[in-house]
C-alpha cells in the first residue's frame, strides 16, 4: 500500500491535480467497495446465517453451564449438547423476543413493544446509513458519521432546550439546525478532498474524535450544562421540539422513524431520478471519465459529503429530539460505526439500507433482552454484526462456505481469486 | 512450518479431550434448594457505560450485589450499558423480568431510573451516586427510589492531609479520569486537606492538577487508558510532587508505575484499599480514600429483601464507614504521630459536624 509506486492506470491529470495524489489507494479501495456493493442478495443473507451460526458457538462457549458439562464430555457427552443448544436456544429465543414479539408479556402493548423499540433503534442506523451509502456510490468512505451524528445531536439539541417557539415551527427549526449541524461537519471532509486531495477517510476518522471532546466540553460549559449540576447532561429538550410520539407515551417510537422512510424515498429519487445523483454515481464509477465528460468532481466532492453529513445530522436529531430527549456525551453511542455496517450490508440502496436498518435496530434492542434473561453477554450482539460485515466483504469466502455459484459463471473462481493479486503486481 | 501447526493442533485437541474426561456429576433433583431457599426477592443491577468489570464504582456495586444474592439466597440480574443510550431500555428490559429492585450505578442513569421509577411505582429502585431533581433541578424525594450518595470528599479530605504531612518536596498532586462530579468530589476534598495542613503548620504544600475555585484541573479523558494515567503522573514527578491521588479507576494503576519507577513517590488509592487490590504496588500505596458502595449496595439490598425498604437517602459518611481512609500499611512508619493525631482530631471534629468539608458536587 506505498503511495510511491505508480497507480496502475494513469491517464493524463485534468486541471485539478491536487484531488487525484493518491489513486493506487484509493483505486484499490474503491474496488473493494465495489466489490461488496456488488455481490448478491443470497450473499447478504448467506453472510446473516454463518454470522449467526458462528455466534452461537460463541454463545455456548461463553456459557458457564456448558463449560461444566464439557468437562465430563466423554462421561456424558448428552449433557454437553443439550448444555449448548439450550444456550444457543435461549439466547436467540430471547433475541426474537427481545426484538420483535415478546409473547409472555401481560398485556399487547407490552408484547409488541419490542417490534416498536427495534423500530425505534433503527431509526439512527437507517438515516446515517443512508448518507454513508451516497458516499459509498460516490466512491467516498465516509467513517465519520459518528461526528455527524453528534454535531447534528448538538445543533438540534441546544435549539431544542435553549429556545422558546410555539410548536411545529421549533421541531422544524431544531432538526433544519441538526442537519445543518451534520452537514458542516462533513463538510469540512469534502471541502478538504475537494481543494487539497486530503483523503477523506483519514479527516472524518480525525473529526469524530474531536466532535466526541467537543461534546464531553460543551457539557462542561454553562451554556450546556443544567442550573448547577455538574452532571454532563443537557437540560431536556422542550416539549414543543420532540418528534411527537407515533403510538402514545408507553412506546419510545416517534415520528423520526417516518422522517427516515421520507428520507430513503428522497434518497432514492436523488440517487435515480436525479441529475446530481446521476453525477454522484458517475464520479463513483470511475472520476476520470466523469471528469471528461464534463462533471465538475471537486464540486462532487463536497455535495456528496454535504448530503451525507446532513442525512448524519438528522440521525443525530432522531436521538435526541427522539429518543433520549436531552443531550449526553454518548447521545450517539456506535450507531455512527453501526451505520458503516448498515449501509454496506444494505449495498448501499435505499430499500436495502432501510431493511439493514431495521435488522440491526433488531439486533440492538433484542440484545438487552438477551443480556438480562439469559445472561449472555451484550457484546455478543457486536459479534454478530462485526461478522455480518466481515462476511459482506469476502464474498468469494461466503459461496465457498454455501456451494453458491460465482457470479461470472462456473470457472470464474479462480480468476476472481487471482484479480487482486494482478493487481498488487501491476501496482 | 505445517507440521508446527499441525502439533499445535493435535496437542490442543488432546488437551481439550483430557479437560474433557471428567466424571458427570450425580443426577439430583435439588433444583428448588440450596440458594433459593431465602425467597423469591429478585435484585437486579444496571452498569453504566464503564461495564461491571472497571475496577471502580460499577465493579464495587456489582460486587455488593453479589455478595447480597449469596449471603441472603435471592435472585439477582446484572445487565451492562454499553453506552448512555442503553440505560432506558436495559431498565425497561429488567421491570419487565419482575425484578423488585432495580439499582443504578452512576449518576448518568439518574434520568431514566426517575422516569422509570415514576412509571412503575411498585418497584424499588436505588441510584448510586446522585440523589433526583425535578424539572428546575431543584430536589425531590421519590417513595420507591432510594439514592445512595457518598460524602467522599470528608475522606478525601483527611487524605490530602496526610500527602500534605508526608511530602517531602512540599508538592503533591491528584488528576482526574473525565470530569464529574463523583471524581471532582475526591480532588475537592483533597485540596482543602493540603490547605488544612499549610494552615495549621504554617506549611506551603502545593497541589498540582486541581483548581478547587475555578473547579478546573488535570484529567486524562478516560477511565480506560493506563498510559494516559502514566504520562500524567510522570509530568507531576517531574514538577516535584512526591504524592499522587489519581482518581481514574484503573487509569490511576498507571500512574502508580510512573510512581514506582520514579522511586521515593507515593500514591493515595481510591475507591477500594488500593494496598489490597493492588499487590503489585502495595510498597508505595500511601493510603487510599474508600468508598464502601458495595457495602451501601448490600445493605439496600438486605432491607428491600425484608420488606422494609425506605427511599430515605443513604449517605455514606466518615461517621456511619460508608467511606473513610484505609490503614498506612508500609507508610506506618514513615507517617508521623503529630499527622495521625492531627487526622483523628480532624476525624472527630468532621464526625461530630465542628468541621464541614464542603464541595460543590456534593448532593
Given at each position: 500500500?506505498?503511495?510511491?509506486?505508480?497507480?496502475?492506470?494513469?491517464?493524463?491529470?485534468?486541471?485539478?491535480?491536487?484531488?487525484?495524489?493518491?489513486?493506487?489507494?484509493?483505486?484499490?479501495?474503491?474496488?473493494?467497495?465495489?466489490?461488496?456493493?456488488?455481490?448478491?442478495?443470497?450473499?447478504?443473507?448467506?453472510?446473516?446465517?454463518?454470522?449467526?451460526?458462528?455466534?452461537?458457538?460463541?454463545?455456548?462457549?461463553?456459557?458457564?453451564?456448558?463449560?461444566?458439562?464439557?468437562?465430563?464430555?466423554?462421561?456424558?457427552?448428552?449433557?454437553?449438547?443439550?448444555?449448548?443448544?439450550?444456550?444457543?436456544?435461549?439466547?436467540?429465543?430471547?433475541?426474537?423476543?427481545?426484538?420483535?414479539?415478546?409473547?409472555?408479556?401481560?398485556?399487547?402493548?407490552?408484547?409488541?413493544?419490542?417490534?416498536?423499540?427495534?423500530?425505534?433503534?433503527?431509526?439512527?442506523?437507517?438515516?446515517?446509513?443512508?448518507?454513508?451509502?451516497?458516499?459509498?456510490?460516490?466512491?467516498?468512505?465516509?467513517?465519520?458519521?459518528?461526528?455527524?451524528?453528534?454535531?447534528?445531536?448538538?445543533?438540534?439539541?441546544?435549539?431544542?432546550?435553549?429556545?422558546?417557539?410555539?410548536?411545529?415551527?421549533?421541531?422544524?427549526?431544531?432538526?433544519?439546525?441538526?442537519?445543518?449541524?451534520?452537514?458542516?461537519?462533513?463538510?469540512?471532509?469534502?471541502?478538504l478532498k475537494a481543494r487539497t486531495g486530503a483523503n477523506e477517510v483519514i479527516v472524518t476518522i480525525m473529526l469524530n474524535n474531536i466532535?466526541?471532546?467537543?461534546?464531553?466540553?460543551?457539557?462542561?460549559?454553562?451554556?450546556?450544562?443544567?442550573?448547577?449540576?455538574?452532571?454532563?447532561?443537557?437540560?431536556?429538550?422542550?416539549?414543543?421540539?420532540?418528534?411527537?410520539?407515533?403510538?402514545?407515551?408507553?412506546?419510545?417510537?416517534?415520528?423520526?422513524?417516518?422522517?427516515?422512510?421520507?428520507?430513503?424515498?428522497?434518497?432514492?429519487?436523488?440517487?435515480?431520478?436525479?441529475?446530481?445523483?446521476?453525477?454522484?454515481?458517475?464520479?463513483?464509477?470511475?472520476?476520470?471519465?466523469?471528469?471528461?465528460?464534463?462533471?465538475?468532481?471537486?464540486?462532487?466532492?463536497?455535495?456528496?459529503?454535504?448530503?451525507?453529513?446532513?442525512?448524519?445530522?438528522?440521525?443525530?436529531?432522531?436521538?435526541?429530539?427522539?429518543?433520549?430527549?436531552?443531550?449526553?456525551?454518548?447521545?450517539?453511542?456506535?450507531?455512527?460505526?453501526?451505520?458503516?455496517?448498515?449501509?454496506?450490508?444494505?449495498?448501499?440502496?435505499?430499500?436495502?439500507?432501510?431493511?439493514?436498518?431495521?435488522?440491526?435496530?433488531?439486533?440492538?434492542?433484542?440484545?438487552?433482552?438477551?443480556?438480562?434473561?439469559?445472561?449472555?453477554?451484550?457484546?455478543?450482539?457486536?459479534?454478530?454484526?462485526?461478522?455480518?460485515?466481515?462476511?459482506?466483504?469476502?464474498?468469494?469466502?461466503?459461496?465457498?462456505?454455501?456451494?453458491?455459484?460465482?457470479?461470472?459463471?462456473?470457472?470464474?473462481?479462480?480468476?476472481?481469486?487471482?484479480?487482486?493479486?494482478?493487481?498488487?503486481?501491476?501496482? | 512450518?505445517?507440521?508446527?501447526?499441525?502439533?499445535?493442533?493435535?496437542?490442543?485437541?488432546?488437551?481439550?479431550?483430557?479437560?474433557?474426561?471428567?466424571?458427570?456429576?450425580?443426577?439430583?433433583?435439588?433444583?428448588?434448594?440450596?440458594?433459593?431457599?431465602?425467597?423469591?426477592?429478585?435484585?437486579?443491577?444496571?452498569?453504566?457505560?464503564?461495564?461491571?468489570?472497571?475496577?471502580?464504582?460499577?465493579?464495587?456495586?456489582?460486587?455488593?450485589?453479589?455478595?447480597?444474592?449469596?449471603?441472603?439466597?435471592?435472585?439477582?440480574?446484572?445487565?451492562?450499558?454499553?453506552?448512555?443510550?442503553?440505560?432506558?431500555?436495559?431498565?425497561?428490559?429488567?421491570?419487565?423480568?419482575?425484578?423488585?429492585?432495580?439499582?443504578?450505578?452512576?449518576?448518568?442513569?439518574?434520568?431514566?431510573?426517575?422516569?422509570?421509577?415514576?412509571?412503575?411505582?411498585?418497584?424499588?429502585?436505588?441510584?448510586?451516586?446522585?440523589?433526583?431533581?425535578?424539572?428546575?433541578?431543584?430536589?425531590?424525594?421519590?417513595?420507591?427510589?432510594?439514592?445512595?450518595?457518598?460524602?467522599?470528599?470528608?475522606?478525601?479530605?483527611?487524605?490530602?492531609?496526610?500527602?500534605?504531612?508526608?511530602?517531602?518536596?512540599?508538592?503533591?498532586?491528584?488528576?482526574?479520569?473525565?470530569?464529574?462530579?463523583?471524581?471532582?468530589?475526591?480532588?475537592?476534598?483533597?485540596?482543602?486537606?493540603?490547605?488544612?495542613?499549610?494552615?495549621?503548620?504554617?506549611?506551603?504544600?502545593?497541589?498540582?492538577?486541581?483548581?478547587?475555585?475555578?473547579?478546573?484541573?488535570s484529567f486524562t479523558g478516560d477511565f480506560e487508558n493506563q498510559t494516559n494515567g502514566q504520562n500524567l503522573a510522570t509530568g507531576f514527578?517531574?514538577?516535584?510532587?512526591?504524592?499522587?491521588?489519581?482518581?481514574?479507576?484503573?487509569?490511576?494503576?498507571?500512574?502508580?508505575?510512573?510512581?514506582?519507577?520514579?522511586?521515593?513517590?507515593?500514591?493515595?488509592?481510591?475507591?477500594?484499599?488500593?494496598f489490597e487490590t493492588s499487590p503489585d504496588y502495595s510498597s508505595i500505596i500511601l493510603t487510599s480514600v474508600m468508598k464502601e458502595i458495595?457495602?451501601?449496595?448490600?445493605?439496600?439490598?438486605?432491607?428491600?429483601?425484608?420488606?422494609?425498604?425506605?427511599?430515605?437517602?443513604?449517605?455514606?459518611?466518615?461517621?456511619?464507614?460508608?467511606?473513610?481512609?484505609?490503614?498506612?500499611?508500609?507508610?506506618?512508619?514513615?507517617?508521623?504521630?503529630?499527622?495521625?493525631?492531627?487526622?483523628?482530631?480532624?476525624?472527630?471534629?468532621?464526625?461530630?459536624?465542628?468541621?464541614?468539608?464542603?464541595?460543590?458536587?456534593?448532593?
Amino acid at each position: 500500500m506505498s503511495q510511491a509506486t505508480p497507480a496502475p492506470e494513469q491517464p493524463p491529470a485534468g486541471s485539478t491535480a491536487p484531488a487525484r495524489r493518491d489513486d493506487g489507494l484509493e483505486s484499490r479501495a474503491q474496488g473493494a467497495l465495489r466489490e461488496m456493493l456488488t455481490s448478491s442478495w443470497l450473499v447478504t443473507v448467506a453472510a446473516l446465517v454463518l454470522a449467526l451460526v458462528i455466534s452461537g458457538v460463541l454463545i455456548a462457549a461463553a456459557d458457564s453451564a456448558v463449560q461444566d458439562a464439557a468437562g465430563y464430555f466423554f462421561a456424558r457427552p448428552a449433557d454437553f449438547f443439550s448444555a449448548a443448544w439450550n444456550a444457543v436456544w435461549g439466547a436467540y429465543v430471547a433475541l426474537f423476543q427481545g426484538a420483535v414479539f415478546d409473547p409472555g408479556a401481560a398485556t399487547f402493548a407490552r408484547a409488541i413493544r419490542p417490534l416498536t423499540e427495534t423500530m425505534t433503534w433503527s431509526v439512527p442506523l437507517i438515516l446515517a446509513g443512508l448518507g454513508l451509502g451516497i458516499g459509498f456510490r460516490a466512491g467516498m468512505f465516509n467513517i465519520g458519521a459518528q461526528g455527524q451524528i453528534i454535531l447534528g445531536a448538538i445543533f438540534a439539541g441546544y435549539i431544542g432546550f435553549a429556545w422558546d417557539l410555539p410548536p411545529v415551527l421549533h421541531l422544524l427549526l431544531a432538526v433544519i439546525g441538526g442537519v445543518i449541524g451534520g452537514g458542516l461537519w462533513a463538510g469540512i471532509a469534502g471541502y478538504l478532498k475537494a481543494r487539497t486531495g486530503a483523503n477523506e477517510v483519514i479527516v472524518t476518522i480525525m473529526l469524530n474524535n474531536i466532535a466526541i471532546y467537543l461534546v464531553g466540553y460543551l457539557l462542561t460549559t454553562s451554556a450546556f450544562k443544567r442550573g448547577d449540576s455538574n452532571n454532563p447532561v443537557s437540560p431536556p429538550v422542550a416539549g414543543n421540539a420532540l418528534y411527537p410520539q407515533l403510538l402514545g407515551s408507553q412506546f419510545r417510537l416517534h415520528l423520526g422513524f417516518v422522517v427516515a422512510i421520507l428520507a430513503a424515498v428522497f434518497v432514492w429519487w436523488l440517487m435515480n431520478r436525479s441529475t446530481l445523483g446521476f453525477a454522484f454515481r458517475a464520479v463513483g464509477s470511475n472520476p476520470n471519465a466523469a471528469r471528461t465528460a464534463g462533471i465538475n468532481v471537486n464540486r462532487m466532492y463536497l455535495l456528496v459529503m454535504l448530503v451525507a453529513g446532513g442525512l448524519a445530522g438528522m440521525a443525530g436529531t432522531a436521538q435526541v429530539l427522539g429518543t433520549e430527549k436531552v443531550l449526553t456525551a454518548g447521545i450517539a453511542a456506535s450507531f455512527g460505526f453501526d451505520a458503516i455496517t448498515v449501509a454496506l450490508l444494505g449495498r448501499s440502496k435505499p430499500l436495502g439500507t432501510f431493511f439493514a436498518g431495521l435488522l440491526f435496530g433488531a439486533l440492538r434492542a433484542g440484545g438487552f433482552a438477551m443480556q438480562s434473561r439469559t445472561g449472555t453477554p451484550i457484546d455478543i450482539v457486536l459479534v454478530v454484526q462485526s461478522l455480518v460485515v466481515l462476511f459482506i466483504a469476502a464474498p468469494p469466502l461466503v459461496r465457498a462456505v454455501f456451494r453458491l455459484p460465482s457470479p461470472r459463471g462456473p470457472g470464474a473462481q479462480p480468476a476472481e481469486l487471482a484479480a487482486p493479486v494482478v493487481k498488487e503486481a501491476a501496482a | 512450518m505445517k507440521k508446527i501447526i499441525r502439533a499445535a493442533a493435535l496437542s490442543g485437541a488432546v488437551a481439550l479431550a483430557l479437560a474433557a474426561c471428567g466424571s458427570a456429576p450425580e443426577e439430583s433433583d435439588d433444583t428448588a434448594g440450596g440458594g433459593e431457599a431465602g425467597s423469591d426477592f429478585k435484585a437486579c443491577m444496571v452498569s453504566d457505560s464503564g461495564g461491571f468489570e472497571d475496577k471502580s464504582f460499577n465493579q464495587s456495586g456489582a460486587e455488593g450485589l453479589d455478595r447480597a444474592a449469596e449471603e441472603l439466597g435471592i435472585e439477582e440480574v446484572k445487565v451492562e450499558s454499553t453506552a448512555e443510550t442503553d440505560f432506558t431500555p436495559n431498565i425497561d428490559s429488567l421491570v419487565q423480568q419482575d425484578c423488585n429492585l432495580i439499582i443504578g450505578v452512576g449518576f448518568l442513569l439518574e434520568d431514566p431510573i426517575q422516569a422509570a421509577a415514576e412509571a412503575n411505582p411498585d418497584v424499588e429502585f436505588a441510584l448510586i451516586d446522585s440523589a433526583f431533581t425535578d424539572e428546575n433541578f431543584e430536589p425531590v424525594t421519590l417513595d420507591n427510589a432510594k439514592p445512595l450518595l457518598f460524602n467522599t470528599q470528608e475522606a478525601a479530605y483527611l487524605a490530602g492531609y496526610v500527602a500534605a504531612g508526608t511530602s517531602t518536596t512540599g508538592t503533591v498532586a491528584t488528576f482526574g479520569g473525565i470530569q464529574l462530579p463523583s471524581v471532582s468530589i475526591f480532588m475537592d476534598g483533597f485540596v482543602d486537606g493540603v490547605a488544612k495542613y499549610n494552615e495549621d503548620n504554617g506549611a506551603d504544600v502545593q497541589v498540582l492538577g486541581w483548581d478547587k475555585e475555578a473547579q478546573t484541573g488535570s484529567f486524562t479523558g478516560d477511565f480506560e487508558n493506563q498510559t494516559n494515567g502514566q504520562n500524567l503522573a510522570t509530568g507531576f514527578i517531574d514538577q516535584g510532587a512526591d504524592v499522587i491521588m489519581p482518581v481514574a479507576g484503573p487509569v490511576g494503576l498507571g500512574a502508580a508505575a510512573a510512581a514506582q519507577e520514579a522511586g521515593d513517590v507515593s500514591i493515595v488509592g481510591v475507591d477500594a484499599d488500593w494496598f489490597e487490590t493492588s499487590p503489585d504496588y502495595s510498597s508505595i500505596i500511601l493510603t487510599s480514600v474508600m468508598k464502601e458502595i458495595g457495602q451501601a449496595v448490600y445493605d439496600t439490598v438486605k432491607e428491600a429483601s425484608a420488606g422494609s425498604f425506605s427511599s430515605e437517602p443513604y449517605v455514606g459518611t466518615l461517621e456511619n464507614e460508608g467511606i473513610g481512609i484505609a490503614p498506612f500499611h508500609d507508610f506506618d512508619s514513615v507517617v508521623t504521630d503529630e499527622v495521625k493525631t492531627a487526622v483523628e482530631d480532624l476525624k472527630a471534629q468532621i464526625v461530630s459536624g465542628d468541621l464541614v468539608v464542603e464541595s460543590i458536587s456534593q448532593n
